[in-house]
């Protein structure tokens, strides 16, 4: 199993990010797919779950009306669009397997994506 996130960087309070995951080593149309993130000094937390068509959806409180999760299993790739960003935001942020929820974020396998929110 290989996740590969990018996409991150340095942004203003109040702009987007398309963050994306390359998946390899896997049936990636088969397994659900989360994102999860970890702030300096912060646990692990759950942000965003996708069912394995793309049909179902799930978002933290946090982050809900903000950020949209999506997937292309004919390009084998997650991707999170991140708008209306706040200073809060600021994490690194990892693609895992599996179906997460608010307190019991899926592990992450990546090396992650840094998003910086500051002006």
């Known amino acids: 199993v290989q996740l590969v996130e990018s996409g991150g960087g340095l942004v203003q309070p109040g702009g987007s990010l398309r963050l994306s995951c390359a998946a390899s080593?896997?049936?990636?149309?088969?397994?659900?797919m989360s994102w999860v993130r970890q702030a300096a000094e912060k646990g692990l937390e759950w942000v965003s779950s996708i069912s394995t068509g793309g049909a179902s959806t799930s978002y933290a409180a946090s982050v809900k009306g903000r950020f949209t999760i999506s997937r292309d299993n004919a390009k084998n790739t997650l991707y999170l669009q991140m708008n209306s960003l706040k200073t809060e935001d600021t994490a690194v942020y990892y693609c895992?397997?599996?179906?997460?929820?608010?307190?019991?974020?899926?592990?992450?396998r990546g090396q992650g994506t840094q998003v910086t929110v500051s002006s």
């Open positions: 080593g896997f049936l990636f149309g088969s397994a659900r």
């Open positions: 895992a397997l599996g179906w997460g929820t608010e307190g019991t974020p899926p592990p992450p």
